[in-house]
């Protein structure tokens, strides 16, 4: 298997906090070698409304942060040692109760294509709340002018049907609205997840991955509601794509053989288990991957979905 | 090596080769012909592709590397023209190739509906790659519009895929609910529902005329005239087997090419699999049984032994978050029973279809967790009388109860400022303080905070907060269901149709988890005046949800004939008219009586000779009576001040100008006016539903009267100078009665129950008059009409009430 | 059995009833909302209602004159009621309706 692990990726930190009492504790990051930002994360914690984190928390929704120097972002002199310049911070509710928030950190230059968005219902469409593209500057232009109906493209899709969605070849013209940007940018693969926000807005975030700077070489969507799966404590893998192993969805309809994945059995089933975002930097990861990060997704009171992306 | 030809590069045939190639690899010379450019890929995947939530390399089965390492020689994008059964050769568009064995799979295509214009560029059937690769084209255009023609499976999937791409989609469906073949009417409504969520617009019934445009695809216009804008039409109304190849080579065939168990055709040498064949009458779509014809098949040409069965069959629509699932037979049946579930506020319906404790179908719309269970169990044939209670709830339940909905879960749920009480503007809160400081009873809470002291439809509501508040000390007082089929109040019903946009029975059934499948005979009428009610112009009637006096727009008599009156307005009649009365009653011997309401009854009239005495008062120039209607009955009338000495005003002349602005409305009970032209009242009007007293001064206006089991004068509404402001002040009346009673309460009943006081406080205001009046000219708009001229041609008046079928001359020789 | 074809599924409106008329009464042909077809006699047991004329529900109708509910599967009168009507074989073949009327033989001496 050949894969050039060393490639550019376009996202360089993934780390995990969670409530305890008032405050927000690290609970697990996988930092790639920035060993001077991860020790000044680990001893951190965060008040509600306090950081990138507690901001996410606080205001209950989604946050991008493009610019450091300045801001409220509390660990910006380890960041800009690191050479991490944008981060985005997801807070995971399960109604109004925070579980977690993903924060992922990025360093924008010339070479790293990619999307990382927020989109918001503004009465009745959904427009681009903010997002971080990179170098993808005519993409983010675009972004920016395009607004999505129900059901219409990627975020409208995610919207309409309240369920995460991966799309294939988004260059290629195929179901995206901004498809001529985002082949321009080399933007192949995107991945649309609701996000529920104890505010009365909705949001959907979307993560664009190009070939050159991935954000993911694989992602899996898995559905655990109870409709889907029954009582106990499962998910249903029921879309997937990798790089090495190809299609990982059933072809099947109904898809009876569609892999299962249960409670506390391997990195999925972690966050089955804990109902918490869960990153691994393996070893135990399929396909030789060296890392993945699982997000679950929370719907009418229960762990609906968990996404996860590998590179 | 016997030289084996495949006509086919399908899903059925790849699997073939497959079997063949891991059981004897070598032991076939392949040559595989594909009539598209490329080879065997997964053809039920096409929908995501067109979504973008599968790419086109993704959905391949085999690729040219497959095909090498097997040493198949591929003649792809080749057609074959002809098979020679006698040489033993196939020939291609590029020369013949010799077989020793033939496998023909050429699959299906789509049936094009033979509408006008069904031949312009734009309009396309979804099948293939290229079907696929034209609609992502057409849907790349800013601004483009799909028309999607078959509300089926694979139609409603290129819709949902289509919207993704960005376009406005509208989907045409000929029968009355979606997906038809496998689903009822109650998941058919949902899946409708969760589609227009997703901004597809869906027309059912929709009778599409013909497809327009100048050199291209411009639009739909169906039978009503509505004309639907569209850059592509993608027609999707099922598919058709392609076996014209080996009918021309002399093979048997029916609707396909006919195949035995080993799915060899009438040709020795020659076999058939997949979508062009017909076994024992059936025909194939579905992928599972052409994955089993596929193994059979190998096993043939290996010289193994099996047999091709029919099994039964389940499907999963392919549109992201769309939970549906659908298996086994749902065809007639004597003996077969019916368990349902709902859970409206979760959007769930699921149904299983048993017989002789055996499961035979099921349905799932919301919850598929179990669907891989029940589709053992019908596979199976399981016997289930032992779970039958629970079964419906799943494996999880086998042994314990299953979980049971709390009916006041709801209202328990409500945050303290919803509003219970709209007319009095009350929230939930204001009530719970109230009880919480001793009202303990619906009129004590009505007393200190006005809930429910208006018009009283919130009635259901501010007891069931009562019951959350108060728990078992509270026993709802008065408030009975609609009937055996739900919980909920008559008043329930009407507020919910209106606040949650219900627009057909199927909704009620499932939104207010109806406990039965369909009604039954007291809801059903109800909740059919409900819907055509509130919902004019989008609800249509339903004849079947009518006592049969308004299906056959007669009086049924206890003897089983009918009785027939025609309209006389305000009563008065003519010569002209009373001969054609006179004549009719002769013709089709009917007793003559003249009634209360001033109107010429003819009684024992058969039912079968309904249609022509209609027919005959129609051509004299009457229209029917409605004497059989929960609708407008009669506006009795003096002579007034035409011929009365003590006459004040016309009231004849209103009597017949409020019957042609009235007639043919449907109303919760038949309703009854009267118009005396002076206070000596001839016409009776004081105990009328709407009564009007002419004076001097202009009109009294008098409602809620009663002269049947009740007696009750009428009350006085308001007095007012002029015609027409009689007319709007009672036309007003009407519609707030026809918007707000309970089924079957006559205009007194209601009137006591909301109280005139809130009446005349609504109709008062000029502008919610105005209101009242123009929503019921809408309804006037579809229903005034009579019902005797809906038989317009001989054939149709013939056919109106014949039997089925005619057996008396045979069996009586 | 001796099946006879009365006519097409669709003749029938869903929720509805046709007749066929035979030398020895009519016999009424319902079609359920799930599309199930189901024969009984066109005269209930009671005071003689055309049953054909009643509001058809699940599997089966209320007496326009009198309101008693029939099962369509034993032709018998719902709760408290005893009547009991005559049921005949009837089930649904490509579209088509079939109806075995030998039990009407005996119905005259009955």
Redesign the interface.
């Given at each position: 298997m050949l894969m050039t692990r060393e490639a550019p990726t376009f996202v360089q930190v993934t780390e995990i906090w969670v409530p305890d009492g008032d405050v927000l504790i690290h609970a697990g990051g996988n930092y790639a070698g920035k060993d001077g930002f991860a020790e000044s994360s680990v001893r951190t914690s965060f008040a509600k409304g306090e950081g990138l984190p507690g901001k996410a928390w606080a205001e209950g929704r989604p946050v991008v942060l493009k610019r450091f120097d300045g801001s409220y972002f509390l660990r910006a002199e380890a960041a800009a040692e690191a050479g991490l310049t944008a981060a985005v911070a997801i807070p995971v509710f399960d109604g109004d109760t925070l579980k977690a928030v993903l924060v992922v950190l990025c360093s924008e230059d010339a070479e790293h294509m990619g999307a990382i968005e927020v989109w918001e219902d503004k009465g009745g469409v959904l427009v681009l709340n903010d997002g971080f593209y990179g170098a993808a500057q005519e993409f983010e232009f675009v972004s920016q002018h395009t607004t999505f109906s129900y059901g219409q493209g990627l975020p409208g899709g995610v919207w309409a049907a309240g369920v995460p969605i991966l799309m294939r070849d988004l260059g290629k013209g195929y179901a995206f609205l901004r498809a001529d940007a985002a082949g321009r940018a080399g933007l192949s693969t995107g991945i649309g997840i609701p996000l529920p926000s104890p505010t009365d807005s909705t949001y959907v975030f979307t993560l664009i991955s190009a070939e050159g700077t991935p954000i993911a070489r694989r992602f899996e969507i898995w559905d655990a509601r109870a409709t889907t799966v029954g009582p106990a404590k499962e998910a249903l893998l029921v879309d997937g794509l990798c790089e090495v192993e190809g299609p990982l969805w059933s072809g099947r309809n109904p898809d009876f053989d569609a892999p299962r994945a249960a409670a506390w059995r391997g990195p999925v089933g972690q966050v089955l288990g804990t109902g918490l975002p869960f990153i691994s930097t393996g070893p135990g990861l399929p396909a030789g991957y060296g890392s993945m990060v699982a997000l679950p997704v929370y719907h009418g009171g229960e762990l609906a979905h968990v996404v996860a992306w590998y590179l | 090596m016997e030289k084996l030809v495949v006509i086919g590069a399908g899903m059925a045939s790849g699997r073939v080769l497959e079997h063949l190639f891991d059981a004897a690899p070598g032991a076939f010379d392949v040559t595989l012909f594909n009539a598209e450019p490329r080879g065997n890929y997964?053809r039920?995947?096409l929908s995501p592709v067109?979504?973008?939530?599968?790419?086109a390399e993704?959905?391949v089965?085999h690729d040219a590397d497959w095909y090498a390492r097997h040493g198949v020689a591929t003649r792809f994008g080749e057609r074959v023209t002809a098979i020679d059964p006698a040489r033993k050769v196939v020939t291609g568009e590029n020369g013949e190739v010799p077989y020793d064995k033939l496998v023909i799979a050429t699959g299906a295509a789509p049936f094009i509906v033979p509408l006008p214009g069904h031949d312009l560029p734009g309009v396309i059937g979804f099948r293939d790659m290229e079907d696929t690769g034209a609609m992502?084209?057409a849907?790349?255009t800013p601004g483009a519009t799909a028309v999607v023609i078959g509300g089926g499976l694979l139609g409603l999937e290129a819709a949902?895929?289509l919207?993704?791409?960005?376009m406005e989609v509208t989907v045409l469906h000929n029968s009355?609910h979606l997906m038809n073949r496998q689903l009822?009417?109650a998941a058919g409504y949902l899946l409708e529902k969760d589609l227009a969520?997703?901004?597809?617009k869906v027309i059912t019934r929709a009778g599409t005329e013909r497809i327009d445009g100048d050199g291209k695809v411009e639009k739909v216009v169906l039978g009503d005239g509505t004309e639907i804008a569209a850059s592509l039409v993608v027609m999707s109304a099922g598919i058709r087997p392609r076996a014209g190849l080996g009918m021309a080579a002399g093979l048997a065939a029916g609707r396909a090419i006919t195949v035995d168990a080993q799915m060899r055709t009438s040709d020795p040498d020659i076999f058939a699999v997949g979508e062009c064949v017909e076994f024992e009458g059936n025909l194939f779509g579905?992928?599972a049984p052409l994955y089993d014809q596929a193994r059979v098949l190998a096993k043939t040409l290996l010289g193994e032994e099996d047999a091709f069965v029919m099994r039964e069959l389940?499907?999963?629509l392919?549109?992201?978050?769309?939970?549906l699932?659908s298996a086994g037979d749902?065809?007639?049946?004597?003996?077969?029973e019916?368990i349902v579930f709902r859970d409206p506020a979760?959007g769930?319906y699921k149904r299983l279809?048993i017989e002789a404790d055996r499961l035979l179908g099921a349905v799932m719309y919301?919850?598929?967790?179990?669907?891989?269970w029940f589709?053992g169990l019908i596979k199976d044939g399981t016997d289930i009388s032992e779970m039958r209670e629970t079964l419906i709830f799943?494996?999880?339940f086998q042994g314990g109860g299953g979980p049971s909905a709390d009916p006041l879960a709801a209202v328990a749920a409500l945050p303290p400022e919803a509003e219970i009480c709209g007319c009095n503007g009350v929230c939930k809160g204001t009530i719970v303080t109230a009880i919480n400081g001793g009202a303990q009873t619906l009129e004590t809470v009505k007393a200190q905070t006005k809930a429910s002291a208006s018009c009283g439809t919130c009635t259901g509501l501010v007891e069931q907060v009562l019951a959350v508040t108060l728990g078992a000390a509270f026993e709802a007082g008065g408030a009975k269901p609609v009937c055996g089929c739900t919980e909920l109040t008559h008043e329930d019903v009407r507020r919910l149709i209106k606040a949650r946009e219900l627009k057909s029975q199927a909704a009620v059934w499932q939104e207010l988890g109806w406990t039965?499948?369909?009604?039954?005979?007291v809801c059903?009428?109800a909740i059919n005046y409900y819907l055509l009610a509130d919902w004019p112009l989008e609800y249509r009637d339903d004849?079947?949800?009518?006592?049969?006096n308004e299906?056959?727009h007669a009086n049924?008599q206890?003897d089983?004939t009918y009785s027939v009156m025609p309209r006389m307005w305000g009563g008065m009649t003519t010569p002209e008219e009373l001969l054609a009365i006179a004549a009719a009653a002769k013709k089709y011997d009917a007793a003559v009586k003249v009634t209360g309401g001033q109107r010429i009854d003819l009684l024992g009239v058969k039912k079968e000779d309904l249609p022509a005495i209609w027919k005959d008062l129609n051509d004299a120039g009457m229209v029917s009576g409605h004497a059989y209607t929960k609708g407008l009955r009669t506006v009795k009338t003096c002579v007034g001040s035409d011929w009365c000495r003590f006459g004040t005003q016309d009231s004849t002349g209103l009597g017949i100008k409020l019957e042609k602005r009235l007639w043919g409305s449907w109303t919760p009970h038949k309703v009854k006016l009267a118009v005396s032209g002076c206070p000596r009242n001839c016409a009776e009007a004081t105990c009328k539903d709407v009564g009007i007293v002419c004076v001097d001064s202009g009109y009294q206006i008098g409602v809620a009267g009663a002269a049947g089991m009740d007696v009750k004068e009428t009350e006085r509404l308001v007095d007012v100078a002029t015609e027409e402001e009689a007319i709007e002040w009672s036309t007003a009346f009407i519609q707030l009665y026809r918007e707000n009673a309970k089924y079957l309460d006559r205009p007194y009943k209601w009137v006591a129950k909301v109280g005139l006081g809130w009446v005349k406080e609504i109709l008062s205001d000029a502008a919610e008059r105005r209101a009242l009046n123009a929503r019921f000219d809408v309804s006037q708009s579809v229903y005034q009409t009579d019902p005797w001229a809906a038989l317009v041609t001989e054939e149709e008046r013939k056919s109106w009430s014949s039997?089925?079928?005619?057996?008396?001359?045979?069996?009586?020789e | 059995m001796s099946w006879i074809d009365i006519g097409a599924l669709d003749d029938i409106p869903p929720r509805g009833a046709r007749l066929v008329r035979t030398g020895k009464g009519c016999v009424a042909v319902f079609r359920t909302g799930a599309d199930e077809v189901f024969a009984l006699d066109d005269a209930c047991p009671h005071k003689g209602g055309p049953l054909s004329e009643g509001i058809v529900h699940g599997t089966s109708v209320t007496c326009p004159l009198h309101n008693r509910i029939f099962d369509f599967a034993t032709g018998a009168a719902q709760g408290a009621d005893s009547e009991v009507t005559r049921t005949y074989p009837a089930k649904i073949e490509a579209g088509r309706v079939l109806l075995d009327l030998s039990r009407l033989s005996g119905r005259s001496a009955a």
């Open positions: - | 997964n039920i995947m067109l979504s973008g939530e599968k790419s993704e959905i089965t992502i084209a849907a790349a949902a895929a919207r993704l791409r960005g009355g009822d009417e969520r997703r901004g597809i579905l992928v389940s499907t999963k392919k549109v992201t978050g769309c939970d699932f749902f065809a007639e049946g004597e003996g077969r019916d979760r769930i279809v919301g919850d598929t967790a179990d669907a891989n589709f799943g494996p999880a039965t499948k369909d009604g039954c005979h059903r009428p004849p079947q949800s009518r006592f049969v299906r056959n049924i206890k089983g039997p089925l079928m005619d057996m008396s001359r045979e069996a009586a | -």
